[in-house]
Structure formats: structure tokens, C-alpha cells
């Protein structure tokens, strides 16, 4: 690290570096997102960053921080900080650098020295993620991370302006140290000092914010930390943040109206603008047309009902799935499937929806001649077989997976195929899914109650036990729970959940129904809750933005750990500090705990 | 819950609630601290809350909604929310009630009902501390709760709007789930899925912004969450929340004139503006002028060393303790403490002096005729019995409390006696410390290293391993630890710490000298800090505010429990949700481990 003075400055001294985009970009989304350009040299020396210097300051004398990116001969030198790269030339006193402008050190210190690193700190540059993780404090040194953070920074700023200053929310922090939530198998404990007793980290503020609005807070908002243990999952993290909202007096129209209105104000300036309001699509039409309740709507390729069309057909398997209730007939179009596909490619789609959803899939192919290709074609007249053309919107070279079965099976397997076929079709050089093009979508209209996958004669909640049933089918809540619509939204972007909430029950006589008698869970671990919403709670709803992952498609970033600062590995640890550790059983005592060890590793301890 | 609609409004609708203030106070701060008035009717049919309509709104259509705080025969009734009481007339059919204006109520929906509350939504309502707690969220509808909660939001707001828009620090989050620091013993463990692994949650977030520093990010900062597990402290909270702050390139006067640019900026206008630069004083000056590390600078009263003057009389106990090294004699003088000190005050003054510190005090009272009444008097002569009323500056009425013996011991019991004499006096009736007057101070100069309590002949840190030793004393880090100043600065706010930060270590070799040759302490679970110090790291350097204490301090409530919306009780259990509480064995299991029940439980349990 060096801190070089120069008199006078090469206006060739900015150089492009390995991936320009990132630092030039850098810079255009801090002038673009802050109101006017934040002083990076205030209490400090510095007179410039390594970013900004140009031909304009030709002549001026600066002083500069940053670390030695690159050295040739005791010559010349590039300087690298948070903004940018700059070269420095340090005059000799026999030869001087030939050059339109003369540039000369004054005075340099070198700060600090520096071992070789694990790996350069360069874009271009591959190196592990278990490396990039042990050595995280470098990997931050990348434009890439830099932008990332620094991105996501501006974007929660912009947030809480829209929240705090323009629409009167309060930010109100709330307790991460609380109890147990009935069914909150993923809780972290915080073992207390009275024994047997436990804290936990809740997953969300969910009940904090609703208290809040029993306690008059009228509007709340709180970029809060939530924790969730589940184990080994892929791209989740044991902690998390959300953007937690929620107001009293407001129905599903108010907060999506607000959610659209906060995207807006936020989203940074150098990914394009975004569209309001977003569209709409009932949970039953996403799953229908989609097969899945967060749908991809950059690309096409949607489920199409064919059971209408096959039910004149005497295609056995056909009329078999048609005869039960539910009983369906659908398929997804894939347009140049044949052309772009590789051989293995279609029998790896159909292994793919035996494996997980045991789902058949027939394939159509649509030969260049026009005419099908298809263990179906000899079940099928030749009108028939043009007909079908139609009804599937078939062109040469396409290919039509085919699915019979039960409704929401058949949707599952054909939605999962869709974005299967995308991948391929994308790995194959076909673009279909711009990362750039940003596609939100409400759904809406979701089940209030699903049937346990444990045991489908009981109940329950599709979300949570605190979500209010839709205004038209509050009677059915006595009568046929399973039948009621709630008042839960989810926002999708691009075919990922990126926030829900919904409108919340504010009648504790409803509220203890639901807990009681629908999903027969034991209501006094929730009394507080249920007492205050018999002291006068007023109508209320609200809204999570799960930040990680929405900075993550803002940015483009293949995981949610490219936009946190200090991620923990798949497995839950810290590769960098090492955590979690063992602690002596000294320091366990005055929780009350000790550690129960599996017999295998009680064995290899004794020995 | 009522929402009516009216007609028209009655000018005289607002009417002033038990304690005015507030609800205008509250006011006024929105409007003060924001760049424009949020708009608080967003999203909502709201077009007014209650406590903005004005003789202005007569004759126009309203939408209100909130609390019915009082009701009348069906004719009237009060409506209460966040900003204010509105009164609403109910138009009656036979008799309509006179005014100047007419009211018409159009429609009123009551939207919840309400059961008996357990204390009225009163200010002047006295209510225990248990049953504020039990119900905090009635407890929050009190306008002092809801103050103090959004002047907080609104703070918070405008310190990110100073760091983030007008100084370019970037916001990031780091993680709660990490591993023990040395000497963490006040850290709480949270049982890994690994048997006999615990994550821990830290007390803050430290390293993880040196490694930010490492990683280059430059200017960092965190509304951070933060943990400790003291058990029982009076005015503790086991979570509580800091402004962290960390700069690369940056020395001490840099971060102190951050430190009062923010606060300057992000103070409430109503509670008066601030004046920077803040005063400094060198801890040795603060021990000897104020008994402690954190003085009250908003009076005098200071403590006055007489070792010199009595040095030349005969007083055995005077010169016993002068006749040790570090030997002193140190008095401060109490105005008018003869006259506002009931009999007993003195006597419990010397007993504290005596219970706390070991410390024998004698007392010496200027009579009204301006003669001394002590126990010395027969030691001195008139001459110099005139010459210490001169040196205390003595006046009528005053009181003087002497102590001789170890210059730390003698100055921490008179800086003792010095605050609970001001306490006395104002008990009394005397205005000593004008709570809306703020004196903010640095202390600086600390020792880097002190004796450890148990083993005098080891150090520690007086604050953490990571600060700096004070440019000038570097080299006494290896041969005189003990006579080493540190980079370390704390704010002072009208005798309560607010903040702390320090320039911290950036050479590896010298970190690794304090942790293993000063501090004698295992570097081995603090390697991945050591080894990013290696790695070029910048100087660097920061702070942290406490702000739970802060806001407390501005908007002078008796504990931070009054700025935290669901605070812990002081045996850190939080009374409405019933928290820390029982698990089963089954909850434990994975996460390997089992309670160890104190054997008297255990008894207890069988039977």
C-alpha cells in the first residue's frame, strides 16, 4: 500500500482494467442513486479516489490511497481503491518517462506490507469458493463484490427514504431474543441462564409487527435479521434479512400499491426502469398455465389444456388419466426443441418428471416436413393430427411434451419441464430469459389451507396461521375451510418469490377459530397475541421483501452469498473464522446444558 | 374502533389531551426532521390523521380512522391515533347540538371491538412497570411511547442520510452467527447441528468491520444489532442496537469530527442544536478533575487537590497517606450544602463512601458566619483555616468533603459523593443538570493496557486487544506496556458514555506482540484477523454509538426500556410474550444436547 503525492497527473493515468464494466458502472450508480455525489475525502487526507481522476485535473496536486495493484521496475506503479485504478510514475533521476505530460511523485509511504496473496485480486481471475470464502476480506476487494455491496446499500437508502421521509413508516426494531412459535421447527435456541429455559431467533417479525399495529404504530417498516435453521439447502442462509412492512387500516390493493411504489423509487437507474402497476395472476392461473405458483413470465412455453381434444381420442393411457376426478391431459410446446436439443437431451426431461414428480411424458415431435413424429400419431386421424398442430400452436421443428394424469401433478411436471427445456435451449445459445428484462408478478388468490402431506385429513396454513381469509369466502371458513381464498400475495420476479404477505386477521374470535378448531393447534403459546387482538386491533396487513435474493437478480448474481458480505457455506459454517467451534463444557454451565455426543464420537473420544 | 365519515368539522375538534405536549412535540419533529412532511394517508382511504385537522379543513369531507379514547351518550365521541384526538359529533335526530359549526357524522363502521383495558391510554395514568410490560403494546399507544419511537426512526434516518448520501459509507450487514472471541464470556451460544459446535452472537461487530476495512470497502457502517449476556444489570438489555462506524486512512481527529458532524446533523431540531467541536479532556484530567472516565460536565463542583497545602500541617491521617507513593488528599466543596442537606444526607454520603469505595470522608461546613465546623479545625491555625477556604473557594453554607489515601481510590469516591450530592441537592429543590441542556465531551488519552483485578502482575485491555497505542508511547509497548496511552476515545453525553471507538492495530507483527507477549493470550482463534493484517491491510479506524442510550439521553426518559419498542425486564425476560421458555428434550435433540437440571430441580421433578 503506498500513499503517492503527485504534482502533476497523466490524463492516460486511468486505465481500463481487467472487466471495465464493473468499475465504470460503479461509478454511475453512486451519481445515479444518491441525490447529489456523496464526499468519499471528507476526514480524511485523500483528495481523489483512484476512480475519478481525469484530464480535468491535469496539474493539480492530490493525494491519492490505495493498494498496489501492479509495479514494473521501481517505475511506475497502478494504484487500486473501492473506485477505480490509477497509474502513478515515479520520476528517475537519469532517464524520465517520455510522455505528452510530465508527472512526478513528491512523496509516497508505503502504509502497510502485504504477503502474497491466495489469489489476485482480479475479475478475470478463477479461483474457489472455498478459497474465495476462507479469504473473504480479499474476495471484497473485487469490483464485482464492491459493486454488490455498494449497490445494495444505496438500494435499502433509497428504501427507507421512499418508507421513512415520503410515506410516514417507522422504522422499529424489534427483538431477535423471543420464544418459540407453534410449529417453528426451524428456530434456532438461545439456551438462557435459567435452566431448561430457551430463547429463540425468530424467523420473522411477524408477530412484533402485528403488535405493533395494536399499538397504534400505524405504519412499520424494519430491514430486520431473521434466522432460519434448515440444515444443508442450497443458496439459503442460516441468517437473512428482510424489508418487514406493515400498516394498519390497509387492504391487498394499499400494500401492493406501496410495494410497487418503493420498487420504483429504488431500483437503480442502471438497470433500466420497471413498470407499474405490476401484473396479476390468480394462484390457480399460474398454476394452470404455469405449473408452478412463481412463474417465469420472460418466456412463453405455457401448459395447454388438451383433455377437451383427446377425449374424442381412443388413446388408452388418455382415457385411463381422463376417468378419475382431476383427471387431465396438458403439454408444453418447445419451440426449435428439435433443432436445438441434443440427443440425450428429451430422454433426460422424461427421466427428470418419472424422478420427481412420477409423472409419463409423451413426446410430438414436429418433423420439417410438418407432419408429427409420436407413439400418438397411430392413435390419431390425419385430421386429428392437424388439428392438434392447432390447438398446440405447433411450428416445424417443435417439440410438444405430453402429460395425462392428475391436475396438479401434471402442471408440477410440465412446469418444472418448462424451465428444464429453457436451461437447454439456453445452453444450447438460444436466448430466452434476458437477466436485464425484469418481470414481476403478483399472485394472488392462494388456498388459506392446504391438507397436511403427512396426514391429508388435517389442515394446515399455506402461509401462516395469521393470514385473513378472502372477503368472499369468510362464511366458507365455518363450513368447508378448504375452500377458502386467502388474502396472501406473493411478488415474483423473473420466476423467483421475492416477497409475500398478506392481509392479517384482526378478529380474535376468528383468530382463535382458525388456530382451534381448523388447524387444532394448542392457541396458549400464542395468548398474547390473541388477548391483544381483543384490546381494539385495527384492520392490518403487511409485506417481506426477502433483500438477499432481489439484490441478487438486480445484480445478476448466480447466489444470494455474491451480495453478503460474509456468508456462511452451504454446510452453515464460516470458512473464514471458523464457526461454529467447540466451546468447554466450562463455559455451557451457567446455561444449564450439556453436550449429548453421538455414541460413535463418544467411542473415538475414549479411545 | 370507529370510522367516521364527516361532513363537516367542528374547528374546536381538536382538543388538548392530558399532556399537550407531546402530541404537538410530535408534531413538530416530523415536520422538523424530513426534508418534506411524509405523507401518512398513502395507500389508505385516510385524508387525515387526528392530529392535523385545523379550522383550515372546515366544511371539507374526512376520513378518519383510530381509537375511540372517549364516548358520550351516543353524541359525541373523542378518536384517538399516532398523531392526535379528534372530536366527532353524531348527529342526533330530534335535538341537534349547538355550536358555531355543524358536524354531521355521514358513516361510521366500527371495525373491532375492544375488551376492558387493563389501564387507560393516559399519560397522567400511573401505571407498574410489570403491567406496561405484560402489555407493551397498549403501553406503546401512550403519546410519550410513540415520541420516542419515531423521533428514534427519525434520528436513525438522518444519521444513514449523513453517512451514506453526503459522506459515501456503505451500509453492510454482518453476521450475528459467529464464533467466541477471546475473553468473550458475556457471549450468548447458539447449539449448531454439529455436535458440540456453537455459534455465538457477537457483542459487536469488531472484527468483522476490520476485515471490511481489510477487504476495502474504506467506509463502512451498521445500525447493528448486538448482544450481552450480563444476567441481571439494572438498565441493560441482553440485544441492543449501535451505530457502527469503521474508515480506512483515517487518524483520530478524523474520527471525532465525523463523529460531531452526524450528531450535529441528525439532531432534533426541537431538543436545541448542539455546538462543535465537541470539548476534549485526557482521562488522567477526567479522573482527577471528576473522579471517573465520564464526566458530568453540566456542573462544577469539581474535585480540588489540597495535598500541597496540607502537606505543612500536622493531621496523622493526612500525613499517612501522603507518605505513600500515589499518597493525595483531594476534597470537593458543595455549594449551599449546609442549607439543602437534611441531617441525615451526610451521613449516608460517607457511609457510600465508605461501602463502595473503602474510603473514610471528613466533612468541613462553612458556617453562615464563615467560620469552619470540622473535625480538623483543632489541626489548623486561623491563618490556615482562612488560606483552604480560599484554595475549596468556600463560600456560606457549603459543605466540603475531604478524603486522603491512593490518588484512583480518593478521586473515584469524591467523583462518587460529587453525583450523589447533585442528586441530594436536587432532591432538594436546586437545579444543578438541566436534562435538555447537552454536554457532550471526548475523553481521551486512555491506558492501552490495566492490571488485571484478580492477578495485578498480568494486563488486559482496557478496552479491547485491537486499539492502538498512542503514536508517541510506541515504543514503550515493549519495554513499559503498563505506561502505553491508546488511540482510544470515548463520547461523553452529560456523564453517560454514548459512544466509544479507537484507531485500531494495522501491522500484524505488532497485533501479534500484544496478544501474545503483552496480553499472554491464545492467538490461534483469532489467526484469520491476524492473517488478514498480513494481507495489506490499510490503517484504519472507528466508533460505536450506543443508541439506546443516546435517544434515552435526548428525549430524557428514565431508561433505554422507554426507546425500545418490546424491551426485556432486567432479568432479561420479556413478560407479554413469556420468553425465555421450556422446550421439550425432542427440540433438543438436533442440536445435541440436554438440559442439566440443578440437582434441586431435579429433585423437585421427581416427586
Redesign the interface.
Known sequence: ?ALPRLLQLLPRALRPQARPGCGRALHRA?SAL???A???N?????TNTCGELRSAHVGQEVTL?G?IQYQRQDLFLVL???QGLTQIIIPQDEKMPTGDIEVKVETAEI?????K?PFEIKDFIKKSEALRMQ???????SFQL?YN??L???V??KM?EYL?????????????????TPGG?KE??????????????PQSPQ??KQ??M??????YFQVA?C?R?E?SRPDRQ??F?QVDIE????DQA??Q??IEGLLQYSWPEERGSITTPFPSMTYEAALADYGTDKPDTRFGMKIVDISDFLRRSDIPFVQNALSYPHGTVKAICIPQGARYFKNKDLESLKVSAKSQFNQEIVEIICRPDGSLKSLLTKFLGEEQQSELIQVLNMQEDDVVLLAAGEHKQVCSALGSLRLESADLLEAAGLVLRDPRTFHFLWVVDFPLFLPKEENPTELESAHHPFTAPHPSDTSLLYSDPTKVRSQHYDLVLNGNEVGGGSIRI??AEQQRFVLEKVLKEDSEVLS?LLE????????HGGVALGLDRLISLIVDAPSIRDV???P?SFR?R?L????????TPE???P????????LA?KEAKKN
Open positions: 500500500m453512486a444518491v441525490p447529489a456523496p464526499d468519499f471528507s476526514f480524511v487526507a485523500r490511497y493498494w487500486r481503491d473501492f502504509l502497510n506490507s502485504c504477503k496473496l479469504y473473504r476480506y480479499l474476495d471484497l476487494r464492491q455491496l455498494r445494495r446499500s444505496q435499502v437508502m427507507r421513512c421521509n415520503l410515506h410516514g413508516f417507522v422504522d422499529v426494531e424489534t427483538p431477535t431474543l423471543f420464544k418459540r421447527a434456532f435456541l438461545v439456551p438462557s441462564r435459567e435452566a431448561g429455559k430457551f430463547y429463540t431467533l408477530q412484533f403488535l405493533l395494536v399499538g397504534g404504530l400505524d405504519r435479521r434466522y435453521d440444515g442460516p441468517e434479512t400498516m394498519s387500516f390497509v394499499g400494500i400499491k406501496l384482526h378478529s398474547h391483544a387482538l381483543e384490546f381494539g386491533a385495527p384492520p453478503i458480505a460474509f456462511k452453515g464460516d473464514m473464522g471458523n464457526a461454529p467451534d467447540f466451546v463455559e455451557l454451565e446455561y444449564h446444558i450439556q453436550v449429548s455426543w453421538p464420537e
